[in-house]
């Protein structure tokens, strides 16, 4: 079995995403495709699982030319694909999941459910999966969601396996369980595509490569012959550091501190759960944790969006329970938000109009109700050309500009102003690596100026490549603290899956 | 390196102050809805009440509950109080709803005895009414089951409704009853048609697309009827289908009047309402019908044709409710009015959310709607000194308790009301 390639494009109206792909897969092989976000990686993975049509070139399987209308000519030419965002649904159990499009039934239509759960406990033994066929797919942690991905495709027989960013979302010891599941598929003779932007998992686990970089091919390589500091060149295209350089915090006063805080997640559960936490001038702290362990809920009750229900937040000096967000802003406080397209931006509106989304009542601003465009303008490009946007103009929509430069925006606007702490959540999520090395660039300098920085990352490189004090959340609490100089990485992974040794237990100072 | 644990802890016991609030506030509700009915009900009001379960017609007489009224509304009040106090005492239990929902149901059925206090109601009576009014109700609930499973909101069930009312009165003059039933469940399936190529393949917001289908069908019913209809009296002048006692079934005492001594509406809606459960829950179409409600993307990623299914079942809810619709004239009165479906597709919506987009749960809130339609019209009857514009607004209170207070956290379809583009 291999799937060939040849000079695929895909255009959206001017812009090439695809511009002139080939390359192969063979059986019992795994061929990793790196790029960056925007490489065109997602594209050319829709265009041969037939989610969309390309615009040129030739898909053909064993020899076989082959034309996709649809995913179902995809899968019954034997393409499986686990999804970046998984395509299961919350509310049916796993046999739903797995058997759906391709169900077996008894007579009129009746769904044959036993014959389905017998295929998914033969399956999940085969390749040691370890699936229950009743589990409701509600509440499954994403490591064992990325089973039931795997069981859907190997119950449709797929011989080809496309993984599109599989490990964005497992903690480290999911990944080390999963690349345990890739080899027992590599050794069963599926042919294996695997998409992602991490060097090191490249180095792990492909047997080829291909790089990817706006749209085109840009290089190949075998693992054995390269490293991967030449991959990372190849997939930006310069060469990059992969290192944020930074002195030694000189840590100030403390300038915000958390104590025993209770969060509810809007139900009656408990999203946080007795958080400690201090934030001090002059230093970074960052936050480590697998998404949903309640650094959502920290930054919001921190930046007044979300009701504390028991303990203290001490902004600045003072208790800020209560106190409403614009007032948090006026003391000092700055917030960029986990997603900036919901929560940063305003992404309809224009660039000046978002970047005075804080400060537009102000009199610089405001006489009598009336906006003075003119000089909001100005205070725009101000910003625009200090913190380097990428924009056609002031007045172009926010939702014209790339990730990166979105980021930008919200960064300029939130330091805008006089800060004393600065929340960062994602900071550099769907970012280019250029704006990835500005934006952390910018966080290190408001540091040094003596501004206390939270940052709050799922990516566990750049929670070690930027702070100076490292807390991994876990469950709504805190479970453990490392000192960045010592920090091993093995055992924040271990700390984010839950699991602690005695000599890392968080033991929060107490604020004056 | 020290002993590694797992750290597996015991979720701390916590009471969400919300929840708290709210049951408090719903115990001192109970206690105030007890005193209410101690007072206004219960002490020195003299007499039994009489309820006959005897059906009219009947060969063989059951006879009557007599109940004598004070005693009765006493106990109801105690009993009503004790739930209250236990509420305000254990302020965490999650069972405040349900409370709530038994408390109002004793509480209707001591209004109930106060009302027929010195009189006799016939009880058959009213629970066969229940279950005749719970019809249109049912019919609309299901059609937006079916919609709202694939994830399109119908919020067009009332002018669906009333096309088919319409359709089954003139198609029925014209060509007889059966003749009406068809072509108004083929109008219903027509219009659900148009709230598809709205919906899912101009991708217009659902509720907008709706609003315009209930404005049209009112404004285009409301012309006929005043210029065409009038003037030509024997276009309004459909047969009304007649009841079928079936065998043996009939003969169940109170089971046997409520169900099965009715014409065809009320067996077809019992028909639908299973045959729904058994396609939605129990068949391959179904299941890729809910997943195309839920999560339209994976359902298109694994070959399902989203439209399509979009497309299929929601025309399958237009029928329904023209089927349904066809209950007012064709089922009822043989003629149609300006209106006459009367808000009785929003209704059926309510019922659908109370049921939790479940077909069986359908019918369980229609029969709890019937009952509050068809206990204002034997109030009226048995003169209760409750002015009748109130009780007439009986149903719709309750709707606005219903799906406001008593629903909790039932969970429509997650992709409901939005369009899907592929990729």
């Keep these: 079995m291999i799937i060939t390639l040849d000079n695929i494009t895909k255009r959206y109206g001017s812009f090439v995403a695809n511009d002139s792909i080939s390359l192969s897969v063979r059986s019992g092989e795994v061929h990793c495709l790196l790029g960056e976000n925007g490489a065109g990686k997602t594209t050319l993975m829709n265009v041969i699982y037939g989610l969309s049509k390309a615009d040129g070139g030739q898909i053909s399987i064993d020899g076989k030319a082959v034309q996709f209308a649809s995913p179902k000519d995809a899968i019954a030419a034997g393409i499986g694909m686990v999804h970046q965002h998984f395509m299961l649904i919350p509310a049916f159990s796993v046999t739903e999941n797995v058997v759906l499009g391709l169900e077996p039934t008894l007579f009129g239509d009746r769904l044959d459910l036993d014959a389905a759960r017998k295929r998914v406990r033969d399956i999940s033994a085969q390749f040691g999966l370890e699936i229950d066929p009743d589990a409701p797919l509600e509440g499954m942690p994403v490591g064992i969601q990325q089973r039931v991905e795997i069981v859907k495709i190997l119950y449709r027989a797929a011989d080809i396996m496309i993984f599109d960013e599989p490990t964005a979302v497992l903690t480290p010891q999911e990944v080390i369980e999963f690349f345990k599941i890739i080899e027992s598929l590599r050794a069963a003779g599926k042919a294996i595509l695997f998409i992602t932007h991490k060097l090191n998992e490249v180095m792990e686990i492909a047997d080829r490569i291909t790089v990817l970089r706006h749209g085109k091919v840009v290089g190949e390589a075998d693992p054995a012959t390269t490293s991967s500091g030449e991959l990372a060149n190849l997939m930006v295209g310069r060469p990059v550091s992969m290192l944020v350089s930074r002195t030694e915090a000189k840590a100030g006063d403390v300038v915000l501190a958390l104590e025993n805080v209770h969060v509810t997640d809007g139900t009656s559960k408990l999203a946080l759960d007795g958080i400690d936490l201090v934030v001090k001038a002059g230093e970074i702290v960052g936050i480590a944790g697998v998404h949903g362990n309640g650094q959502t809920e920290l930054i919001e009750v921190i930046a007044g969006l979300r009701p504390i229900v028991d303990g203290r937040i001490c902004f600045a000096g003072g208790d800020i329970a209560g106190i409403s967000p614009r007032e948090r802003h006026r003391r000092g406080l700055a917030h960029v938000p986990e997603d900036r397209s919901i929560a940063g931006l305003a992404v309809t509106m224009s660039v000046a109009e978002n970047m005075v989304l804080d400060s537009y009542y102000e009199p610089r601003f405001s006489r009598f109700g009336r906006i003075d465009w003119s000089s909001v303008r100005k205070a725009a490009a101000q910003l625009v050309s200090q913190f380097d946007v990428r924009t056609k103009s002031v007045d172009a929509s926010a939702a014209s500009l790339s990730g990166g430069n979105q980021q930008k925006v919200v960064i300029a606007r939130e330091m805008s102003r006089p800060i004393k702490l600065m929340i960062a959540a994602q900071p550099t999520r769907g970012v280019d690596v250029g704006s990835i090395e500005y934006i952390h660039k910018r966080i290190v300098e408001a540091r040094d100026e003596g501004v206390g920085v939270l940052l709050v990352s799922t990516e566990l490189d750049e929670v070690l490549a930027l702070s100076d004090r490292i807390l991994v959340m876990f469950d709504g609490r805190i479970l453990a603290e490392f000192d960045s100089r010592t920090a091993d990485r093995s055992l924040i992974g271990l700390a984010m899956a839950g699991v602690v040794t005695q000599s890392q237990t968080h033991a929060p100072e107490i604020a004056p | ?423």
Excluded at chain 2, 179 to 187: E, H, I, M, S, W
Excluded at chain 2, 241 to 256: A, H, M, Q, T
Excluded at chain 2, 339 to 349: D, E, Q, Y
Aim: glycine residues 12%; contains cysteine; charged residues 10%.
């Design chain 2, 1 to 423: 390196m020290t002993a590694t644990t797992l750290s597996g802890r015991a979720q701390t016991v916590f009471l969400d102050p919300a929840l708290v609030r709210r049951n408090r506030i719903i115990g001192i509700v109970l206690l105030v809805l007890a005193a209410v009915i101690a007072s206004g009900f219960g002490i020195g009001v003299e007499g039994n009440a009489a309820f006959n379960l005897t059906p009219p017609r009947a060969l063989i007489p059951i006879g009557s509950l007599i109940v004598p009224v004070a005693p009765y509304v006493l106990v109801i009040a105690a009993i009503i109080a004790f739930m209250g106090v236990r509420l305000l005492m254990k302020s965490g239990s999650r069972y405040a709803n349900l409370l709530l929902g038994i408390a109002l149901a004793l509480a209707i059925t001591a209004f109930l005895t106060w009302a027929t206090a010195g009189k006799s109601l016939s009880l058959i009576g009213l629970l066969q009414a229940t279950v005749v009014r719970a019809v249109p109700i049912a019919f609309a609930g299901l059609a937006g089951v079916l919609c709202e499973r694939v994830g399109v909101v119908n919020i067009g069930i009332e002018g669906m409704m009333m096309a088919g009312a319409f359709t089954g009165a003139v198609a029925g003059s014209l060509i007889g009853g059966v003749g009406g039933l068809v072509a108004a469940t083929v109008v219903g399936g027509g219009i659900g048609l148009l709230l598809a190529l709205l919906t899912v393949t101009y991708r217009l917001d659902h509720i907008i697309a709706g609003v315009v289908i209930n404005m049209l069908v009112l404004g285009i019913t409301s012309y006929a009827t005043s210029q065409v209809l009038v003037s030509n009296r024997a276009l309004n002048q459909a047969p009304v289908f007649r009841p079928i006692e079936i065998p043996y079934l009939s003969d169940v005492p109170i089971l046997g009047p409520m169900f099965f001594s009715h014409n065809i509406f009320v067996y077809a809606a019992l028909i639908m309402l299973l045959s729904a459960t058994y396609y939605l829950f129990h068949t391959r179409l179904g299941l890729r019908a809910r997943a195309v409600g839920e999560y339209p993307r994976a359902a298109d990623t694994l070959g399902i044709d989203v439209f399509r299914t979009r497309y299929i079942n929601v025309m399958l809810g237009g029928m329904v409710a023209g089927f349904g619709g066809a209950w007012f004239t064709l089922g009822s009165v043989g003629q149609f009015d300006e209106n006459m479906t009367a808000g009785r597709g929003f209704i059926g919506l309510a019922a659908m959310i109370f049921g939790r987009w479940h077909p069986l749960g359908v019918l369980a809130a229609a029969l709890v709607f019937g009952f509050a339609d068809t206990l204002q019209q034997k109030l009226v009857i048995l003169r209760t000194p409750v002015p009748a514009e109130f009780l007439a607004m009986a149903p719709y209170i309750l709707t606005i308790i219903v799906v406001a207070g008593l629903v909790g956290r039932a969970r429509a379809p997650a992709a409901d009301g939005h369009n899907y583009e592929k990729s």
